[in-house]
């Protein structure tokens, strides 16, 4: 299968660290390849994938299930996509022989051949090649899906043609062209006087608008607040905090009102969800883009990853190649259908 030959043939020069994962099965995978490779007879047609009405019209109704209510059209698509991918994989993983001395596929076979054999105490042996007799591995649903996720594995590992690692260039280049990635959200710092409408019900706000008076006829500086108001388990000061994290701590009216605040001084008063506060805001730090120097981890991260999709994209496009794909027209009078496709290389 061409697919195969341009996978394995590429597995043996990427980097081992990238294999850990599936070791001892792209061993297996190796092995399957070369034989094929010395066996002319071992190629294999074009096969066809059809994903029937029905099997559209249980995805649908599965979706409805899981969500409460019925798919789009587009989310139905979508859904039906990632079926024929897990089709594709499951014969490729299949192909390349992913499924033979798989310790983990012959547990599982073991298991549900337990299920129907007479004698569930037979010898591992015996019920793994009752259940290979029986097709088990084809359509157990448990097996189908280890075995594509094998071979998603081996095709996200799988190093494009002209791939290197990313260099600090390509780093700086992949930061310079995702900044909202990587900016640093904008960052303020504050001291607050607290007081509780637990504790002062609804005095509170007229005392706060009192003190308030005091705090600024006095000139008191937020290292001397402390003395004043009423006590806050959460802390007095806050140091660089964002939106959100003001937003967790003291509610959304309060982090909102924070923006309209002229630093050095005090304000309020500002409503949390505990009571009344007197703020004095003390910095404002801008949102930015940091050094690469700083988020390199990130930005490193975010690049693999997105070679991980690529990689998966074309080997997707080029397995799905290697067979005809029809996809039926589902129902009918039940909204949205599903056009038939054709796809094949």
């Known amino acids: 299968m061409r697919f195969a030959s341009r996978v394995l043939a590429r597995l043996g020069r990427a980097p081992l660290l990238h294999f850990l994962v599936i070791g001892g099965l792209l061993y297996l995978a190796d092995a399957a390849w070369q034989r094929q490779t010395t066996d002319p007879a071992a190629s294999v047609p074009l096969e066809r994938i059809v994903f029937s009405a ?12 899981q969500y409460g209510f019925p798919p ?69 649903l448990v097996v189908r899906r280890q075995l594509a996720t094998t ?7 799988v190093p494009l043609a002209d791939e290197v690692p990313p260099d600090e260039a390509t780093l700086e280049a992949y930061l310079q062209q995702h900044p909202d990635a990587f900016t640093v959200p904008p960052r303020l710092s504050l001291t607050h006087v607290y007081l ?37 388990l959460l802390g ?22 924070l923006a309209d605040l002229a630093p050095g001084a005090w304000v309020g008063p500002v409503r949390s969800a505990y009571g009344w506060h007197l703020v004095w805001v003390e910095a404002v730090e801008p949102a930015e883009l940091p050094p690469l120097a700083e988020v390199e981890g990130q930005v490193r991260e975010a690049v693999l990853a997105e070679r991980r999709e690529q990689r998966m994209q074309e080997t997707m496009r080029q397995m799905r190649a290697e067979y005809t794909i029809e996809i039926e027209a589902p129902w009918s009078g039940a909204g949205d259908v599903l056009a038939s496709e054709a796809a094949g290389g």
């Open 54 to 65: 029905r099997q559209v019209e249980q995805l649908r109704q599965d979706l409805k299930v």
């Open 72 to 140: 789009s059209r587009e989310e139905l698509q979508i859904a039906v996509d990632a079926a024929v991918d897990d089709e594709v994989l499951y014969r490729q993983a299949l192909a390349v022989g992913l499924d033979r001395d798989n310790e983990s596929v012959r547990q599982r076979l073991i298991q549900i051949g337990g299920f129907v054999a007479e004698d569930p105490g037979e010898d591992e042996e015996v019920l793994y090649q009752k259940a290979l007799a029986l097709g088990l591995q084809h359509t157990d």
């Open 151 to 157: 071979m998603r594995l081996v095709a996200e590992n």
């Open 196 to 232: 509780s409408t637990d504790e002062r019900g609804a005095a509170a706000e007229a005392d706060a608008v009192l003190l308030l008076d005091e705090l600024r006829n006095h000139r008191i500086t937020p290292d001397r607040s402390n003395a004043f108001g009423d006590p806050f």
């Open 236 to 257: 007095y000061r806050l140091q660089r905090q964002t939106h959100d994290a003001v937003r967790q701590m003291f509610g959304e009216s309060f982090a909102l009102a």
